[in-house]
């Protein structure tokens, strides 16, 4: 805003000069009010008496000084903790000189509404970068592995015990390096106890291994064989997985059942695991509740991305199944072909000791030794197909259904919250009721359920937005997370392929001077 600073009005001006002054003033105001919102704030080469700072509404802000031009909070609409709204209704008031009238311009402009956009970004990006800040600062050194299975006990009621090896420098260990032995059994239990105290807070609780009657069956009969072994193997190494995911878990870190699995000694036989007990059957019975309330629920959904969000878990886990069903068909194919290069090694090897041409039969046994060679690359590229991607995708399969669950434990305290507003609105009918009807011998008591209600109903709106929050920082750490192991085991996947080939062309070249010697 421009003003001519070396004259000074006359305490009675003319009207003809207050009239072309005011259109003069107009005129500036508006040419710079254009820009006033728009971050482009224009200078002027003057000052007023007053000193206004040529740039009074830049982009951060800044401060206006009591000496210099105030914005009238009252009218504007302006609060310090609610920004969004900065620009949506100012009235600006500039002094333009001491002892001239203040000139009050209105300027009504409704901020629209794709600006909130751009808010609400900007916050979750925050909060996003804070808590992968938060995460960085808590990593510490815990290195878990499950060893040495072996079978304890004989007949239907032997069992497998691994041995859990733990080396860590946190301090809430007793000691830096301990081990224990634990059955399948106990790590079902830890998961049961970490599933009820943290899965109704949002927490994505990772999941043990399913279990395996038939596998178990060939275990405990005694019944000594490759897929006996393979199945140990497999479950050994899916246990280990599972605890590693568990302590990467802050809030699970934490938990006192946790530090006891790992520690102590001896652990209480966890009984509800098993599938035929009485704790197994109302599991199945509240499973079957679970589903059913879940189709009768039709929640409200406020928040775009938690919905979005869902629908990107449920057509992942469908992808996973079907990419999960084509990797357990080649692990089979890699078996049969195994098995076939077997018998055709066999079959060479008879031929070459029966052919009368000594070169031919030269040839013909280095071919035989060449398809062994084959037998157990292929042997090995079946491993790595299974340990290194097939168990993987399913891995990731039980941990989306985990992540299901927690969306389920959402639905479930914002149905917990409306049934309360729900109440809290009949308490108050009744009140309407007793009022109406003059019986003050019972409206002390409706008053009182209806504070209690209304404490209830705020509680249950905090427990809302608390595990709204929740679910939001699960969901990203688990993003993070599954990229990160994606990432290890495909690449691992590959440079096992990679050598399988390198090592099968190499075996082919060797043999490739025997079979052009053949005369």
């Given at each position: 805003?421009e003003?001519?600073?070396?004259?000074?009005?006359?305490?009675?001006?003319?009207?003809?000069?207050?009239?072309?002054?005011?259109?003069?003033?107009?005129?500036?105001?508006?040419?710079?009010?254009?820009?006033?919102?728009?971050?482009?704030?224009?200078?002027?080469?003057d000052?007023?008496?007053?000193?206004?700072?040529?740039?009074?509404?830049?982009?951060?802000?800044?401060?206006?000084?009591?000496?210099?031009?105030?914005?009238?909070?009252?009218?504007?609409?302006?609060?310090?903790?609610?920004?969004?709204?900065?620009?949506?209704?100012?009235?600006v008031?500039?002094?333009i000189?001491?002892?001239?009238?203040?000139?009050?311009?209105?300027?009504?402009?409704?901020?629209?509404?794709?600006?909130?956009?751009?808010?609400?970004?900007?916050?979750?990006?925050?909060?996003?970068?804070?808590?992968?800040?938060?995460?960085?600062?808590?990593?510490?050194?815990?290195?878990?592995?499950?060893?040495?299975?072996?079978?304890?006990?004989?007949?239907?009621?032997?069992?497998?015990?691994?041995?859990?090896?733990?080396?860590?420098?946190?301090?809430?260990?007793?000691?830096?390096?301990?081990?224990?032995?634990?059955?399948?059994?106990?790590?079902?239990?830890?998961?049961?106890?970490?599933?009820?105290?943290?899965?109704?807070?949002?927490?994505?609780?990772?999941?043990?291994?399913?279990?395996?009657?038939?596998?178990?069956?060939?275990?405990?009969?005694?019944?000594?064989?490759?897929?006996s072994?393979?199945?140990?193997?497999?479950?050994?190494?899916?246990?280990?997985?599972?605890?590693?995911?568990?302590?990467?878990?802050?809030?699970?870190?934490?938990?006192?059942?946790?530090?006891e699995?790992?520690?102590?000694?001896?652990?209480?036989?966890?009984?509800?695991?098993?599938?035929?007990?009485?704790?197994?059957?109302?599991?199945?019975?509240?499973?079957?509740?679970?589903?059913?309330?879940?189709?009768?629920?039709?929640?409200?959904?406020?928040?775009?991305?938690?919905?979005?969000?869902?629908?990107?878990?449920?057509?992942?886990?469908?992808?996973?199944?079907?990419?999960?069903?084509?990797?357990?068909?080649?692990?089979?194919?890699?078996?049969d072909?195994?098995?076939?290069?077997?018998?055709?090694?066999?079959?060479?090897?008879?031929?070459?000791?029966s052919?009368?041409?000594?070169?031919?039969?030269?040839?013909?046994?280095q071919?035989?030794?060449v398809?062994?060679?084959?037998?157990?690359?292929?042997?090995?590229?079946?491993?790595?197909?299974?340990?290194?991607?097939?168990?993987?995708?399913?891995?990731?399969?039980?941990?989306?259904?985990?992540?299901?669950?927690?969306?389920?434990?959402?639905?479930?305290?914002?149905?917990?919250?409306?049934?309360?507003?729900?109440?809290?609105?009949?308490?108050?009918?009744?009140?309407?009721?007793?009022?109406?009807?003059?019986?003050?011998d019972?409206?002390?008591?409706?008053?009182?359920?209806?504070?209690?209600?209304?404490?209830?109903?705020?509680?249950?709106?905090?427990?809302?937005?608390?595990?709204?929050?929740?679910?939001?920082?699960?969901?990203?750490?688990?993003?993070?997370?599954?990229?990160?192991?994606?990432?290890?085991?495909?690449?691992?996947?590959?440079?096992?392929?990679?050598?399988?080939?390198?090592?099968?062309?190499?075996?082919?070249e060797?043999?490739?001077?025997?079979?052009?010697?053949?005369?």
């Amino acid at each position: 805003m421009e003003a001519n600073t070396e004259r000074s009005s006359p305490p009675f001006p003319d009207p003809m000069d207050r009239e072309m002054n005011s259109d003069k003033l107009e005129e500036e105001s508006d040419d710079e009010g254009e820009d006033i919102f728009t971050g482009n704030t224009k200078s002027t080469s003057d000052t007023s008496v007053n000193d206004v700072p040529a740039d009074i509404f830049t982009e951060e802000g800044s401060g206006i000084t009591p000496q210099s031009t105030r914005v009238q909070q009252d009218t504007n609409g302006v609060r310090s903790d609610d920004e969004q709204d900065l620009f949506a209704e100012a009235t600006v008031e500039l002094s333009i000189d001491k002892n001239t009238t203040r000139e009050r311009k209105e300027m009504s402009r409704p901020s629209p509404s794709v600006q909130d956009v751009p808010y609400k970004s900007t916050m979750a990006s925050k909060s996003l970068e804070e808590w992968e800040e938060e995460e960085s600062r808590d990593k510490f050194e815990l290195n878990i592995a499950v060893t040495n299975p072996e079978k304890v006990g004989d007949g239907m009621n032997a069992y497998m015990a691994y041995k859990v090896s733990t080396q860590t420098t946190l301090p809430m260990f007793k000691n830096s390096t301990f081990s224990v032995k634990r059955r399948f059994s106990d790590f079902l239990g830890l998961y049961e106890k970490l599933l009820v105290k943290h899965a109704h807070h949002g927490y994505i609780v990772p999941p043990p291994p399913e279990k395996s009657v038939m596998g178990m069956t060939k275990v405990k009969v005694g019944k000594e064989d490759h897929s006996s072994a393979e199945f140990v193997e497999r479950r050994r190494a899916a246990l280990e997985r599972y605890l590693k995911r568990v302590v990467a878990h802050q809030s699970l870190l934490q938990d006192p059942d946790v530090r006891e699995f790992l520690e102590k000694d001896e652990l209480p036989r966890a009984v509800s695991t098993q599938a035929l007990s009485g704790a197994g059957f109302l599991k199945m019975i509240n499973k079957a509740s679970d589903a059913v309330s879940k189709m009768t629920i039709k929640m409200n959904e406020s928040d775009n991305w938690f919905e979005e969000k869902f629908q990107e878990v449920e057509n992942e886990e469908q992808q996973l199944r079907k990419l999960h069903a084509v990797v357990d068909a080649l692990v089979n194919h890699r078996k049969d072909l195994c098995l076939n290069t077997a018998v055709f090694a066999k079959s060479m090897a008879m031929l070459g000791t029966s052919e009368d041409n000594t070169a031919l039969s030269r040839a013909l046994s280095q071919l035989a030794e060449v398809e062994d060679k084959m037998e157990q690359l292929h042997q090995e590229q079946a491993c790595s197909d299974f340990f290194l991607f097939a168990e993987l995708l399913a891995d990731y399969i039980r941990l989306l259904g985990a992540v299901r669950n927690s969306f389920d434990q959402r639905m479930k305290t914002w149905q917990k919250w409306q049934d309360a507003q729900n109440t809290l609105q009949k308490k108050r009918e009744v009140e309407a009721k007793l009022l109406w009807a003059n019986k003050p011998d019972k409206l002390q008591q409706a008053k009182d359920e209806i504070t209690e209600w209304e404490a209830k109903v705020t509680q249950y709106e905090r427990d809302f937005e608390r595990i709204c929050t929740t679910v939001r920082q699960e969901v990203l750490r688990f993003e993070k997370e599954k990229a990160r192991d994606f990432k290890i085991y495909i690449v691992k996947y590959l440079e096992a392929l990679l050598l399988s080939q390198q090592r099968l062309i190499k075996y082919w070249e060797a043999f490739l001077p025997e079979a052009k010697a053949i005369v």
